[in-house]
């Protein structure tokens, strides 16, 4: 007798890890192939980019090119300043910084990673994400206003994930904004907390959603672009969801369209 339920102890036990491991084999399947679905989505969204790449690279090596010129002619002359001449070279050094930070994001966002989770400040994360969206937004004439919490939001996640969510709602919005040809032109991000999640919501002043589209916007495939895939907000939500967190999709009450992402602060 005491063999017999043994032998079924053990059996359940068995059954128990094999049924574990089944589940950590099929999770660590799920996110790879999440993280090379992100990584197809993050250079299509790297054309949008181009514009703010370019503007942000372009400033600083200008700088480079001009602070040089002005120091070679300072240093032809007989009795040049070496005060000013040291400030250009702190200036250089800096724009110097500035392009290697440009090159830095855009590595960062376009190379393939895993899904890989850390404890992150939200606000900075969605600040990176601002600054690669400013130039784009700029040459569209289109005002990207980020308002963040003032506290720190820790959360867990993958920031590289977690800022590819955020490029593509902007991207989306700045279409929005384009197409239906808005005088007022702007797009609001802001962070906070709410009880025990970090919001991020991202309005704009576009034509909003339409009510018969609310419910299947997230939905894979579904676009009311003409060119558009459906697959950018698709890939947003399960981004979201492995996080933890929710999406939600709504009109302003004045114009325009809010999304609204809650993920679990880490205590």
Not at 167 to 176: E, S
Request: aromatic share 4%; proline share 4%.
């Amino acid at each position: 007798m005491l063999a017999t339920v043994i032998l079924i102890q053990a059996g359940l036990i068995g059954g128990l890890l094999y049924e574990r491991r089944r589940r950590l084999v099929a999770e660590v399947e799920s996110r790879q192939r999440l993280a090379e679905l992100a990584h197809v989505n993050r250079y299509a969204a790297a054309g949008e980019l181009t514009t703010s790449i370019a503007h942000e690279l372009n400033q600083p090596l200008g700088s480079i090119l001009t602070n040089t010129e002005t120091a070679e002619l300072m240093l032809k002359s007989e009795s040049p300043n070496l005060v000013e001449i040291g400030e250009i070279l702190a200036d250089i050094r800096r724009d110097d910084q500035r392009a290697s930070e440009v090159i830095r994001r855009l590595r960062s966002i376009l190379k393939k990673t895993p899904f890989e989770i850390a404890n992150i400040d939200l606000n900075d994360t969605v600040g990176e994400a601002i600054r690669l969206m400013s130039a784009v937004s700029d040459g569209r004439r289109i005002a990207l206003k980020f308002a963040p919490s003032a506290s720190v939001l820790r959360v867990k996640g993958d920031p590289i994930q977690l800022q590819q969510v955020i490029l593509n709602l902007i991207i989306n919005a700045i279409d929005a904004i384009s197409q239906a040809g808005a005088t007022e032109r702007e797009i609001h991000v802001a962070t906070a907390q709410s009880d025990a999640f970090a919001e991020i919501r991202i309005g704009d002043s576009g034509p909003g959603i339409s009510p018969a589209d609310v419910k299947n916007i997230f939905n894979p495939f579904f676009s009311t672009k003409p060119q558009g895939m459906g697959m950018g907000l698709a890939i947003v939500r399960t981004i979201v969801e492995a996080h933890g967190g929710k999406i939600a999709a709504e009109n302003q009450p004045s114009r325009g369209a809010l999304f609204t992402i809650r993920l679990p602060i880490v205590h």
